[in-house]
């Protein structure tokens, strides 16, 4: 081979190189990819892998289809109660349509969290104004966060974007506010806490009445069971007395005296002034 022909088919071996090089292009699999020819956009809906170009006519732009944070900065907003409150959130997005993504925000992730913060500032000041901060505070938020992401997924898709979630960090109360509504919740504790003692003292007099109520019933029911059982004791006493009486009168009264006479000389310091021959004594007698 002559040296003239070696002189020409390095060169032209090695534009087939360059230009086979430059018709192909690899998209990953974490990246979007969109053809241009002459700078016009033809082809946005490339699968990760292996793809064909022409050279220096067609030129391709990839952009990064993982999920993206915008962290928005704190945000005042107000409430239905006219009051501020301070809101710190974050979104999670990715590139849905890269075509549209490339037309509206020229495939610009700052254009597109400048976008996305307008649209979620707008969206959370229309839900934040027709809540209270008590319902801000203990609602639960992930109410919130559905609401969030039905109103803006449909706009965020104009921009070719996809919305993975929203969510909201904290709330915090500015300084003028916090004294405010930490009085007004305060004397709302206090004012339930009152009617809790309320209910409790009114209960409480219920049952002590029902109590002294039960008391009095067992009481009198008491006294009544026992003035029958006396009755009927009193009653089978005398008919016992009267039934021993009738069989030994004469025994029965000498039981009875002694009884008496252990009852009055029971005690040492009384004096008993009686005749000698009194009844009392008549079994002291010698004749008896």
Excluded at 31 to 40: D, N, P, Q, T, W
Excluded at 238 to 259: D, V
């Amino acid at each position: 081979m002559s040296s003239k022909t070696t002189q020409v088919l390095i060169p032209a071996g090695l534009t087939l190189c360059v230009l086979a090089y430059m018709s192909v292009f690899y998209v990953k699999e974490n990246e979007k990819a969109i053809l241009f020819r002459l700078g016009e956009m033809v082809t946005s809906d490339y699968t990760p892998g292996l793809h064909f170009k022409t050279p220096i006519i067609n030129n391709v732009s990839t952009f990064d289809a993982r999920v993206l944070t915008l962290d928005a900065k704190s945000e005042r907003f107000l409430t239905s109660e006219k009051k501020n409150v301070i809101v710190d959130s974050f979104v999670k997005w990715r590139i849905g349509d890269v075509g549209l993504f490339y037309t509206t925000v020229g495939g610009d992730e700052f254009q597109a969290n400048l976008r996305l913060d307008q649209i979620m500032k707008d969206a959370m000041r229309s839900e934040f104004g027709v809540r209270t901060i008590k319902q801000l505070i203990s609602e639960d938020r992930n109410e919130l966060r559905q609401t969030l992401l039905a109103k803006l997924a449909p706009t965020a898709e104009k921009f070719g974007i996809e919305l993975i979630d929203i969510r909201v960090k904290r709330i915090d109360l500015p300084p003028e506010v916090s004294s405010s509504v930490y009085q007004r919740m305060r004397a709302e504790r206090e004012r339930v806490a009152r009617e809790f003692r309320s209910q409790g003292a009114e209960s409480a007099e219920q049952i002590s009445a029902e109590a002294d109520k039960q008391k009095h019933v067992i009481v009198a029911n008491a006294q009544r069971d026992s003035e029958n059982i006396r009755g009927r004791g009193d009653a089978q006493s005398a008919e016992i007395y009267a039934k021993s009486y009738g069989k030994n009168p004469e025994f029965y009264a000498f039981y009875r005296s002694l009884q008496a006479y252990q009852t009055s000389f029971e005690k040492t310091q009384d004096t008993l002034v009686l005749k000698p021959n009194s009844d009392f004594f008549k079994y002291f007698s010698s004749e008896k």
